[in-house]
């Protein structure tokens, strides 16, 4: 039977227009302006504290400026500088090293406790909040106690290893060592954010898929890797989204734990861009770096909106 | 009685007390004809001192004094900010080290047209180490309130344990000498003989000792390559890294020498007066003598701070409140305060006496100013120090580490280093040109 009347009134863009009076603009819509005006202080904030600095960087980075002489044009060479800079380089090597191992390192480590607390444990929601801890505290605190963990000789990580007949290494001063350092630390801090979005992703899976790949005479992994997985893709990508972008601003822990050395091995971009504007008072070319890596962001949060479009599953 | 209030009453009244607190937070701010200056403090001991010196202002000028302190770290970004946004004090303390970066770039304006037109203000009563520290391309910018050479502390407890004869009060030891003491007194894991920070500030004093220098004469490159400097660095470097006889180094950032000192196995400490006040809470009997003497003899770091006066400060009646606020702050009454909680050595002269001790051999600190004993070296630093500290403290402490060793280090960081001597050299002709 088709429906032929219905009880919700009728939107506004609906109705036909009469042939002599001009349709409303949907944006003078009552709906419309309502959901204009909640979005203003957002709107606003946005304008002010991102937009804004955006737009002022892109100016900044264009211009020679100490803070308090008057600023002189440089056009383009703040960003000609970076070609033969090489702690520019280092620093962003640094950066995409400490991203692309400590996110997916994050995401396994979540998803393993996220599973494991979907297995109805008893107390669920204690070992939750055991968990989330780290995440809730802020990174100045854990980077040191970190220090202390990572002391060569009397720390907590190499006294462990130590059980097992390792030598552990002198962590946060070896060349080798102080970035993995830094990462194992980073993994720990925010492992508790992925686990509990996984959490509740696993926790609105529906129970009939499962009882269906059952019948269907499915392992336990064929029934993950067919179901849980294509089901928790939003929640997956919407992790390692906001985790790259995290980790590509990575700052606090590395300025604390290592203060970007030895050397310039854990000096990360952000870190990098901190000192050029505000301790060597060069404005232009600090703004230049922020654009590059903006850029950067920008291009690899586009590339992950590009293979949603095949590799994420709404159930919609 | 009771009043109802209805919902759009509700929501003007929380809007109109949204505004009142918003034009209240716009308006707050000292009244105007304050006293206002801004200087680092890190404890409750330095905060103390730094109100004890406002109270001070407020009973010399008669108005009111408004010190805004700030914890040491963030200091300068704060400081910065305050002068873009012209809401500075009238007067600013600076590190000496930093005198130059403010001075070359407009940040604060030179005194000597108010040092000329005062003739109650005797700039000869301030040791000659700091005018020199305080000054930037023939001006001086700012009025020091401490000043002091590296010392060498020593455990007096643990060397009369050992049987060692104490070091002379005043004779500085060789360099050889001091490093076979160090070895003598090192037995590790349990005790050390030597503890310095890993990094140019207190290198620097041992380069000066050989007769070497970060930067040449005319500041054009950079001269630690050559073999003063190089014999300097190496010698500190075999310290750490050959002979052992420092403290193992467990983390670059958090290293300190002074906790390492105050564990009370460590035979001596490089540091400077400044740290007086905190090794008295020492729990063993210690002291101070000269600095050790190399090739050039004992000419360690001399550093010192100051006051300065921000160029956004408006001529007359500003600048007059500004003047006689930084003239008072670096008064022999107010260094009288400063020397007396112990913090430092103070920049006048006529204000040493209230420096006291202990330790018993602090004298030696006047005494070496003076040019009485040993002797030192006013802290040489360029108008992008900040820049140049940062790159030695990239590659210098891998050295002390034993990761590279001093030569490649050195090759590797001159070049960088020579284009900052460049960049530092166009800041001064800039400054000048904009002076001109």
Same mark, same amino acid.
């Not at chain 1, 009880?7 to 109705?15: H, L, N």
């Not at chain 1, 509990?196 to 890797?225: H, K, M």
């Not at chain 1, 203060?259 to 310039?264: F, I, K, L, M, Y």
């Given at each position: ?6 009880t ?7 109705v ?7 349709p409303?603009?949907?944006?003078r819509?009552r ?15 946005? =304008?002010?504290?991102?937009?804004g ?38 620093a ?23 599973l ?22 802020i ?8 220090i ?5 000789h ?15 290494p002198a962590? =946060? ?10 990462? =194992? ?5 925010s ?20 009882e ?24 997956l ?15 606090d ?11 310039t ?8 861009i ?32 590009f ?10 | ?35 206002t ?37 963030p ?10 946004s ?14 130059p ?37 023939g001006?001086?910018?700012a ?17 009369q ?12 030891m060789?360099w050889?000498t ?9 037995h ?10 890993p ?8 380069i ?21 400097a ?9 310290l ?17 020498s002074l ?12 540091n ?13 009997d ?5 600095f050790?003497?190399?090739a050039?003899?004992?000419?360690p ?26 003239k ?17 050595n ?11 001790p ?20 006013p802290?040489?630093v ?24 001093v030569?490649e ?13 460049r ?14």
């Amino acid at each position: 039977m088709a429906l032929t009347t219905t009880t919700e009134p009728v939107p506004a863009t609906a109705v036909s227009p009469s042939p002599t009076s001009k349709p409303t603009p949907r944006w003078r819509n009552r709906e419309s302006l309502t959901a204009w005006l909640f979005l203003l202080p957002s709107l606003i904030g946005f =304008l002010i504290f991102t937009a804004g600095p955006v737009v002022a960087a892109g100016v900044i980075s264009l211009l020679d400026w100490n803070l308090f002489s008057p600023p002189t044009w440089a056009g383009l060479r703040n960003f000609a500088r970076l070609g033969p800079d090489p702690t520019f380089w280092s620093a962003l090597g640094n950066t995409a090293y400490f991203t692309f191992v400590s996110v997916p390192l994050t995401i396994l480590v979540s998803l393993a406790l996220a599973l494991l607390l979907n297995q109805g444990l008893r107390r669920i929601a204690v070992f939750r909040s055991l968990l989330l801890l780290p995440y809730a505290t802020i990174t100045v605190a854990v980077a040191f106690v970190w220090i202390w963990l990572y002391i060569p000789h009397d720390g907590l990580v190499n006294a462990v290893l130590g059980l097992f007949g390792i030598h552990g290494p002198a962590w =946060l001063i070896s060349d080798n060592w102080a970035m993995p350092a830094l990462i =194992l630390m980073s993994v720990w801090k925010s492992f508790g954010f992925g686990m509990v979005v996984f959490l509740a992703g696993l926790q609105a899976i529906p129970q009939q898929l499962y009882e269906a790949a059952r019948v269907d005479g499915t392992s336990p992994w064929q029934s993950f890797r067919n179901v849980t997985l294509p089901m928790l893709s939003p929640a997956l990508f919407f992790v390692i989204v906001t985790s790259i972008i995290g980790s590509f601003q990575v700052f606090d822990q590395a300025l604390i734990m290592t203060n970007g050395g030895p050397g310039t091995r854990t000096t990360t971009l952000v870190m990098y861009i901190y000192r050029t504007g505000f301790e060597n008072y060069d404005q232009g070319y600090a703004a230049a770096q922020s654009l590059v890596l903006f850029a950067f962001i920008v291009l690899i949060t586009a590339t992950q909106f590009f293979f949603q479009k095949r590799l994420v599953h709404y159930d919609n | 009685m009771s009043t109802k209030l209805s919902r759009r009453s509700f929501l003007e009244l929380t809007g109109l007390a949204g505004l009142g607190l918003a034009v209240a937070g716009c308006s707050s701010g000292p009244p105007a004809g304050s006293a206002t200056w801004a200087m680092w403090s890190s404890s409750a001991a330095e905060r103390k001192v730094w109100q004890d010196f406002s109270a001070y202002v407020e009973q010399q000028l008669k108005v009111k004094s408004v010190p805004t302190l700030t914890p040491s770290g963030p200091y300068p970004t704060k400081l910065d900010l305050q002068l873009v946004s012209g809401t500075a004090g009238l007067v600013t303390a600076l590190n000496g080290t930093l005198i130059p970066t403010y001075a070359a770039r407009g940040a604060h304006r030179p005194l000597d047209d108010l040092i000329e037109g005062d003739s109650d203000f005797d700039l000869d009563d301030f040791y000659q180490p700091i005018q020199k520290i305080s000054s930037f391309n023939g001006k001086t910018y700012a009025i020091g309130f401490d000043v002091a050479p590296t010392v060498m502390y020593y455990n007096k407890s643990l060397l009369q344990k050992q049987g060692i004869a104490l070091p002379s009060r005043t004779e500085p030891m060789p360099w050889a000498t001091f490093r076979e003491l160090a070895v003598e007194l090192t037995h590790a894991p349990d005790q050390y003989g030597f503890t310095c920070a890993p990094a140019i500030d207190d290198l620097v004093s041992w380069i000066y000792c050989a007769g070497g220098n970060v930067m040449s004469e005319d500041a054009s490159r950079s001269i630690l390559g050559e073999p003063e400097a190089m014999e300097a660095l190496q010698f500190v470097i075999d310290l750490f890294v050959k002979d052992k006889v420092t403290p193992p180094i467990k983390n670059l950032v958090t290293e300190s020498s002074l906790s390492n000192f105050l564990e009370g196995n460590v035979a001596f400490m490089q540091n400077g007066p400044w740290q007086v006040v905190n090794v008295r809470k020492a729990k063993f009997d210690w002291d101070i003598i000269p600095f050790p003497a190399g090739a050039a003899g004992s000419t360690p770091r001399v550093s010192g701070s100051s006051f300065a006066i921000p160029s956004g400060v408006r001529e007359g009646a500003d600048l007059d409140l500004a003047w006689k606020l930084l003239k008072t702050l670096t008064s022999t009454g107010a260094l009288d305060i400063y020397a007396k909680a112990g913090r430092n050595n103070p920049a006048r002269f006529s204000a040493g006496s209230a420096f006291q001790p202990p330790p018993d051999n602090l004298g030696i600190v006047q005494d070496i100013l003076a040019g009485k004993v040993a002797g030192g070296h006013p802290f040489d630093v360029t108008t992008n120090w900040n820049q140049v500290k940062q790159l030695l403290g990239q590659d210098l402490p891998r050295t002390f580490l034993g990761q590279v060793p001093v030569p490649e280090a050195i090759a590797g960081v001159t070049p960088r280093l020579d284009v900052l001597m460049r960049q530092h050299l166009d800041n001064i002709r800039q400054a000048t040109a904009r002076r001109g």
